[in-house]
């Protein structure tokens, strides 16, 4: 299925590791858009949640196949364009940095700092199209991140309210010494997705905001110097941190 557009869509969320659908999503109807950019990691998952419409999208792919310098990240955020979005919950799992950003907590972040290099980063590679030099001061949409922390409250889940993502190339794990330079650049958080993502939408006027699931200490971050960071830990930490995330997402689309 191609450009398709359905109504009424509240919010798409792309899930990142270890979130690959969503559980309570109902009556779902399946797209498989074909973007000017190609087709996206996954298929689009579009259904009811809570009585609203919204649409899922695996940003890795469903069975977590495409790395994150590989994702095409201007086909998922134009694929959901043609859907009809216009909010987008971007669900990253990320490694802490500092001492509010334990393993298990969910951040909403303000800032964010791009590390990343060699990704198409940018709408304006089109030739003959427009250059976007879009204002990026504040990189993820105040209004949605103000109703994903109220929305946290109304469901009684902690989450800390700002922190700066420091997006890294991947799919590696990042060294002390980058993590230690990382901490020194105002970093709280880390992961490999959060650019050109949040780039892209703003370029596309989409409303964009982000949950962190923090998922482990990152390199030397930690009370444990010396752990050794597998992803079956990280998988298991996001999964007890999922159920926190869809109480969220049912208050804020529950309003």
């Not at 559980?23 to 973007?35: F, G, K, N």
């Not at 134009?78 to 987008?88: F, K, N, S, T």
């Not at 990253?92 to 800032?111: E, F, K, R, Y």
């Not at 010494?177 to 650049?185: H, L, P, S, Y």
Request: aromatic fraction near 4%; charge should be negative; hydrophobic fraction near 45%.
């Amino acid at each position: 299925m191609s450009d398709v557009r359905i109504g009424g869509i509240e919010l798409a969320v792309i899930g990142g590791t270890g979130v690959y659908a969503l559980a309570d999503l109902a009556d779902v109807v399946t797209q498989w858009p074909q973007t000017r950019y190609g087709m996206p990691s996954g298929p689009l998952r579009i259904g009811t949640l809570q009585g609203r419409r919204v649409a899922f999208l695996a940003r890795h792919g469903e069975g977590h196949s495409v790395p994150p310098h590989r994702i095409n990240y201007r086909a998922n955020l134009v694929a959901l364009q043609m859907a009809g979005v216009q909010r987008v919950l971007a669900l990253n799992t990320v490694g802490g940095i500092t001492d509010s950003c334990v393993p298990g907590a969910l951040v909403c972040p303000d800032q964010l700092i791009d590390y990343t290099w060699g990704r198409t980063a940018t709408l304006s590679d089109d030739a003959g199209g427009d250059v976007l030099h879009v204002d990026f001061g504040e990189p993820y949409t105040r209004a949605l991140r103000a109703e994903i922390l109220a929305s946290a409250r109304r469901a009684k889940v902690a989450m800390v309210d700002g922190g700066c993502y420091g997006a890294t190339q991947g799919p590696r794990l990042e060294t002390r010494a980058e993590i230690a330079r990382m901490r020194r650049d105002g970093c709280d958080l880390v992961g490999m997705t959060g650019m050109p993502e949040a780039g892209l939408a703003r370029e596309l006027g989409l409303d964009y905001a982000c949950i962190g699931i923090v998922a482990n200490w990152a390199a030397g971050a930690g009370p444990d110097a010396d752990e050794v960071i597998t992803l079956e830990d990280v998988l298991a930490t996001v999964a007890t941190a999922t159920a926190d995330v869809a109480r969220v997402l049912g208050a804020l689309l529950g309003g």
